[in-house]
Protein backbone atom coordinates (compact mmCIF):
# COMPACT_ATOMS: atom_id res chain seq x y z
CA UNK A 1 0.00 0.00 0.00
CA UNK A 2 1.41 3.45 -0.62
CA UNK A 3 0.64 6.66 0.66
CA UNK A 4 -0.36 10.16 -0.60
CA UNK A 5 1.49 11.96 2.49
CA UNK A 6 4.62 13.42 1.74
CA UNK A 7 7.67 12.04 3.33
CA UNK A 8 8.23 14.00 6.90
CA UNK A 9 11.97 14.87 7.79
CA UNK A 10 11.34 16.16 11.22
CA UNK A 11 9.84 18.08 13.71
CA UNK A 12 7.14 20.45 13.03
CA UNK A 13 7.73 24.62 13.58
CA UNK A 14 4.96 26.64 14.95
CA UNK A 15 5.67 30.72 13.75
CA UNK A 16 3.89 33.80 15.31
CA UNK A 17 1.22 35.48 12.64
CA UNK A 18 -1.65 37.43 13.00
CA UNK A 19 -3.91 34.48 11.07
CA UNK A 20 -5.68 31.90 12.68
CA UNK A 21 -4.14 28.77 12.56
CA UNK A 22 -7.24 26.58 11.05
CA UNK A 23 -6.85 29.47 8.13
CA UNK A 24 -3.74 28.90 7.01
CA UNK A 25 -3.31 26.72 3.98
CA UNK A 26 -0.56 24.89 2.34
CA UNK A 27 2.06 22.04 4.31
CA UNK A 28 3.15 21.87 7.83
CA UNK A 29 6.39 24.01 8.05
CA UNK A 30 9.20 21.36 9.65
CA UNK A 31 12.01 22.34 12.50
CA UNK A 32 15.08 24.07 11.06
CA UNK A 33 13.24 24.47 7.20
CA UNK A 34 14.96 26.73 5.56
CA UNK A 35 12.08 29.51 5.37
CA UNK A 36 11.18 32.17 2.91
CA UNK A 37 9.30 35.16 4.24
CA UNK A 38 7.70 37.50 1.78
CA UNK A 39 6.04 40.91 2.42
CA UNK A 40 3.73 41.86 -0.55
CA UNK A 41 -0.06 43.25 -1.05
CA UNK A 42 -0.11 40.22 -3.23
CA UNK A 43 0.51 37.00 -1.29
CA UNK A 44 -2.00 35.23 -3.80
CA UNK A 45 0.69 35.18 -5.87
CA UNK A 46 2.64 33.00 -4.07
CA UNK A 47 3.76 30.39 -4.48
CA UNK A 48 3.31 30.99 -7.98
CA UNK A 49 5.61 28.98 -9.99
CA UNK A 50 7.21 27.92 -6.85
CA UNK A 51 4.28 25.40 -6.33
CA UNK A 52 5.64 23.75 -9.63
CA UNK A 53 8.01 21.36 -10.31
CA UNK A 54 11.17 20.43 -7.69
CA UNK A 55 10.94 23.29 -6.45
CA UNK A 56 7.32 22.86 -5.39
CA UNK A 57 7.89 18.90 -4.62
CA UNK A 58 10.46 20.40 -1.74
CA UNK A 59 8.21 22.54 -0.65
CA UNK A 60 5.25 20.57 -0.02
CA UNK A 61 8.37 17.65 2.01
CA UNK A 62 8.87 20.40 3.84
CA UNK A 63 12.87 20.70 2.62
CA UNK A 64 11.76 24.86 2.56
CA UNK A 65 8.54 26.87 3.79
CA UNK A 66 7.25 30.23 2.29
CA UNK A 67 5.23 32.73 4.63
CA UNK A 68 3.65 35.51 3.35
CA UNK A 69 3.09 38.60 5.12
CA UNK A 70 -0.14 40.60 3.49
CA UNK A 71 0.52 44.15 4.01
CA UNK A 72 -2.60 45.67 3.40
CA UNK A 73 -3.17 44.02 6.68
CA UNK A 74 -1.13 46.84 8.28
CA UNK A 75 -2.44 49.63 6.44
CA UNK A 76 -3.89 53.01 8.03
CA UNK A 77 -7.39 53.92 8.52
CA UNK A 78 -10.85 52.48 7.10
CA UNK A 79 -9.25 52.20 3.81
CA UNK A 80 -6.34 50.09 4.81
CA UNK A 81 -4.17 52.95 2.97
CA UNK A 82 -0.36 51.67 2.70
CA UNK A 83 0.73 54.59 0.45
CA UNK A 84 1.10 58.78 0.03
CA UNK A 85 2.14 60.83 -2.74
CA UNK A 86 6.40 61.65 -2.42
CA UNK A 87 6.95 64.49 -0.01
CA UNK A 88 8.42 67.24 -2.10
CA UNK A 89 5.29 66.26 -4.83
CA UNK A 90 6.59 64.23 -7.85
CA UNK A 91 4.75 61.29 -9.70
CA UNK A 92 2.99 58.13 -8.20
CA UNK A 93 2.80 57.00 -4.63
CA UNK A 94 5.31 55.80 -2.00
CA UNK A 95 4.68 52.94 0.47
CA UNK A 96 4.40 54.00 4.12
CA UNK A 97 7.01 53.40 6.99
CA UNK A 98 4.21 53.18 9.18
CA UNK A 99 3.11 50.27 7.52
CA UNK A 100 5.79 48.43 6.22
CA UNK A 101 7.65 49.06 9.79
CA UNK A 102 5.13 47.51 11.63
CA UNK A 103 4.99 44.61 8.41
CA UNK A 104 8.85 44.14 9.16
CA UNK A 105 9.08 43.63 12.89
CA UNK A 106 6.41 41.18 12.85
CA UNK A 107 7.83 39.06 10.03
CA UNK A 108 11.10 39.43 12.56
CA UNK A 109 9.77 37.19 15.33
CA UNK A 110 11.39 34.31 16.05
CA UNK A 111 14.21 35.16 13.29
CA UNK A 112 17.71 35.54 14.03
CA UNK A 113 19.97 38.94 12.96
CA UNK A 114 20.63 39.77 9.38
CA UNK A 115 23.70 37.56 9.10
CA UNK A 116 21.90 34.51 9.78
CA UNK A 117 18.76 36.03 8.28
CA UNK A 118 19.11 38.31 5.41
CA UNK A 119 16.34 40.91 4.79
CA UNK A 120 15.96 41.84 0.65
CA UNK A 121 14.14 44.79 -0.61
CA UNK A 122 13.28 44.04 -4.06
CA UNK A 123 14.12 47.49 -5.89
CA UNK A 124 15.44 48.52 -9.78
CA UNK A 125 18.26 50.13 -7.90
CA UNK A 126 19.40 47.63 -6.39
CA UNK A 127 22.84 45.71 -7.25
CA UNK A 128 22.35 42.61 -9.20
CA UNK A 129 21.34 39.39 -7.56
CA UNK A 130 24.11 36.86 -8.54
CA UNK A 131 24.47 33.11 -8.60
CA UNK A 132 26.63 33.74 -5.32
CA UNK A 133 24.17 35.63 -3.79
CA UNK A 134 21.83 32.65 -4.20
CA UNK A 135 24.83 30.55 -2.34
CA UNK A 136 24.84 32.79 0.21
CA UNK A 137 20.93 32.90 0.80
CA UNK A 138 21.04 29.28 0.62
CA UNK A 139 23.40 28.66 3.58
CA UNK A 140 21.18 31.19 5.80
CA UNK A 141 18.46 29.57 8.22
CA UNK A 142 15.95 31.94 5.78
CA UNK A 143 15.28 35.10 3.90
CA UNK A 144 12.65 38.10 4.38
CA UNK A 145 11.94 39.57 1.12
CA UNK A 146 10.10 42.86 1.03
CA UNK A 147 8.62 43.31 -2.48
CA UNK A 148 8.17 47.13 -3.42
CA UNK A 149 5.43 48.93 -5.25
CA UNK A 150 4.42 52.21 -6.94
CA UNK A 151 7.37 54.70 -6.54
CA UNK A 152 8.99 52.60 -4.37
CA UNK A 153 9.38 52.30 0.21
CA UNK A 154 10.18 55.08 2.25
CA UNK A 155 13.81 55.75 2.95
CA UNK A 156 14.01 55.54 6.51
CA UNK A 157 12.34 51.95 6.38
CA UNK A 158 15.41 51.00 4.27
CA UNK A 159 17.85 52.59 6.73
CA UNK A 160 16.44 51.36 9.79
CA UNK A 161 16.10 47.64 9.25
CA UNK A 162 19.37 47.89 6.71
CA UNK A 163 17.90 46.20 4.21
CA UNK A 164 19.64 45.05 1.42
CA UNK A 165 18.51 46.62 -2.13
CA UNK A 166 19.06 43.83 -4.76
CA UNK A 167 17.99 43.95 -8.21
CA UNK A 168 16.68 41.21 -11.06
CA UNK A 169 18.18 43.40 -13.86
CA UNK A 170 18.25 46.59 -15.33
CA UNK A 171 14.58 47.18 -16.30
CA UNK A 172 11.35 47.98 -13.63
CA UNK A 173 8.87 46.21 -13.07
CA UNK A 174 5.33 46.71 -11.52
CA UNK A 175 6.28 45.47 -8.38
CA UNK A 176 8.83 42.47 -6.46
CA UNK A 177 6.65 39.77 -6.51
CA UNK A 178 8.49 38.52 -10.19
CA UNK A 179 11.69 39.30 -8.84
CA UNK A 180 11.27 37.29 -5.55
CA UNK A 181 9.89 34.14 -6.70
CA UNK A 182 12.87 34.11 -9.63
CA UNK A 183 15.42 34.71 -6.02
CA UNK A 184 13.94 32.24 -4.63
CA UNK A 185 13.83 29.91 -7.15
CA UNK A 186 17.61 30.53 -7.71
CA UNK A 187 18.33 29.72 -4.18
CA UNK A 188 15.40 27.02 -3.26
CA UNK A 189 17.04 24.76 -5.82
CA UNK A 190 20.79 24.92 -3.94
CA UNK A 191 19.39 23.79 -0.85
CA UNK A 192 20.87 20.35 -0.37
CA UNK A 193 17.99 17.52 -1.62
CA UNK A 194 15.90 19.61 -3.55
CA UNK A 195 17.42 18.73 -6.72
CA UNK A 196 17.69 15.12 -7.31
CA UNK A 197 21.69 15.20 -8.59
CA UNK A 198 23.66 17.60 -6.58
CA UNK A 199 26.51 17.43 -8.62
CA UNK A 200 23.94 18.61 -12.14
CA UNK A 201 24.65 22.09 -10.39
CA UNK A 202 28.82 22.50 -10.48
CA UNK A 203 29.07 22.70 -14.39
CA UNK A 204 26.32 25.36 -14.47
CA UNK A 205 26.92 28.94 -15.99
CA UNK A 206 27.97 31.00 -12.97
CA UNK A 207 29.16 27.82 -11.04
CA UNK A 208 32.95 29.18 -11.48
CA UNK A 209 32.31 32.19 -13.24
CA UNK A 210 31.61 31.26 -17.08
CA UNK A 211 29.04 30.57 -18.66
CA UNK A 212 27.99 26.44 -19.25
CA UNK A 213 29.28 24.36 -22.19
CA UNK A 214 26.48 23.52 -25.04
CA UNK A 215 24.17 20.28 -23.76
CA UNK A 216 23.25 17.73 -26.34
CA UNK A 217 21.15 14.17 -26.08
CA UNK A 218 19.40 12.19 -28.75
CA UNK A 219 18.91 11.73 -31.27
CA UNK A 220 22.38 11.87 -32.57
CA UNK A 221 21.77 13.53 -35.41
CA UNK A 222 18.74 15.94 -36.16
CA UNK A 223 17.85 18.51 -38.99
CA UNK A 224 21.17 17.54 -40.20
CA UNK A 225 23.25 18.86 -37.02
CA UNK A 226 25.22 16.18 -35.16
CA UNK A 227 26.34 15.70 -31.69
CA UNK A 228 30.10 16.82 -31.36
CA UNK A 229 31.83 13.70 -31.96
CA UNK A 230 34.05 14.03 -28.88
CA UNK A 231 31.05 13.88 -26.82
CA UNK A 232 30.31 10.90 -28.13
CA UNK A 233 33.67 9.18 -27.82
CA UNK A 234 34.38 7.68 -24.14
CA UNK A 235 37.29 10.13 -23.69
CA UNK A 236 36.52 11.91 -20.12
CA UNK A 237 39.46 13.40 -19.96
CA UNK A 238 38.99 15.09 -23.81
CA UNK A 239 35.26 15.83 -22.86
CA UNK A 240 36.41 17.40 -20.00
CA UNK A 241 38.95 19.89 -22.15
CA UNK A 242 36.28 20.12 -24.59
CA UNK A 243 33.52 21.15 -22.82
CA UNK A 244 36.06 23.75 -20.74
CA UNK A 245 36.78 25.46 -24.01
CA UNK A 246 33.20 25.73 -24.76
CA UNK A 247 32.18 27.25 -21.54
CA UNK A 248 35.36 30.36 -21.87
CA UNK A 249 34.29 30.40 -26.10
CA UNK A 250 30.59 31.13 -25.07
CA UNK A 251 31.08 33.61 -22.16
CA UNK A 252 34.18 35.80 -24.03
CA UNK A 253 31.62 36.14 -26.78
CA UNK A 254 28.03 36.78 -25.50
CA UNK A 255 29.59 37.99 -21.57
CA UNK A 256 32.75 40.30 -21.59
CA UNK A 257 31.84 41.37 -18.81
CA UNK A 258 31.74 38.02 -17.01
CA UNK A 259 35.10 36.93 -19.38
CA UNK A 260 37.22 40.30 -17.90
CA UNK A 261 36.40 39.21 -14.35
CA UNK A 262 37.43 35.76 -14.78
CA UNK A 263 40.42 36.38 -16.20
CA UNK A 264 41.40 38.64 -13.43
CA UNK A 265 40.09 35.80 -11.06
CA UNK A 266 42.51 33.74 -13.09
CA UNK A 267 45.75 35.68 -12.75
CA UNK A 268 45.43 36.61 -9.21
Not at 93 to 115: F, H, N, Q, S
Request: net charge neutral; hydrophobic share 40%.
Amino acid sequence: MTEDKPRSHGRLAISASRQPRSLMDGPPRLAKAWTAKVLTLFPQAFPGVLGASLTGKALQEGLWALETVDLRGFGIGRHRSVDDTPAGGGAGLVMRADVIGPALEEAAIGTPGPAEWPRLYLSPRGRPFRQADAARLAQARGVTMLCGRFEGVDERVIEHFGLEEVSLGDFVLTGGEIAAQAMLDATVRLIPGVLGNAASVEDESFSDGLLEHPQYTQPRVWNGRAIPDVLLSGNHGEIAKWRRAEAERITRDRRPDLWDAWQRRSRE
